[in-house]
């Protein structure tokens, strides 16, 4: 059968990864096969192949299922058939990202931008309703950027944060701002999030709720950053308010996003 076109090797570097991204490839596009075939399509040793297979296994990225018999039941272990799950698959790229843009536009044409924006609104109250009670149950920002951090690596976002100003709040005088930075370092929804800047907006307007003060996005994935960069300012003894046009993004220049939230 014809061979697709071969794809970008992900986040995979050297011989190894490459002959591993081959043997994933084989299986995505002729289905269930033994090592023996893999072996024999590709041109190199049943060991390696097996080495190649047991690491997708290990990942995630392959199962195996019991090959059917065919004849009489004869002695030994029924051959095994390596397949594709769906994490191995995701590998090779979906179109996803594709549909749900078509689908935004779509509604966007027929319903309205205040459409677009209510669809926003609901997706990410979705995403962090569930972990409403965990992250409001402190009344310091910073604590609650923390507990939003966690909801949303758990929600595949792959978040942290970290103290930015001089020196710990307990060092601040009184009045001086200092902050926490929430940094998502993966989205999900960025090649969307890149045309609807509606997903970013929402998100940050939901930030600011749940946190109970003023936030401001320093940069997004969507427009090319390494990471979504949120800053929580926190004033020693209450939340700040800072002008939103002077702050620094990771990426080293001053960023201004409108409509950063408010506080609940």
Known sequence: MPRAAAPHVPSQVGAEGKTRHEVARLLLEQGPMTAVVVAEQLG??????RRHLDALLADGEAETRDAPRRGPR????PAKLFLLTEPGRARFGHAYD?????AIRFLAEHAGEDA???????RIEKLVGPHRSAITGSSDPAARAEALATALTREGYAASTRQVGAGALE???PGQNVGAQLCQHHCPVAHVAAEFPQL?????EAFAQLLGTHVQRLATIARGDSACTTHVPVTAGRPAHPEPARMVS??????RIPNGGKPA
């Open 98 to 102: 594709d549909l749900a843009v078509s």
């Open 171 to 173: 060092k601040q005088a």
């Open 200 to 204: 970013c907006e929402a998100e940050t």
């Open 74 to 77: 004869g002695r030994g272990r």
């Open 44 to 49: 190199i040793s049943p060991t390696a192949v």
């Open 116 to 122: 677009v924006r209510a669809f926003a609104e609901r």
């Open 250 to 255: 990771p990426e080293g220049h001053t960023a």
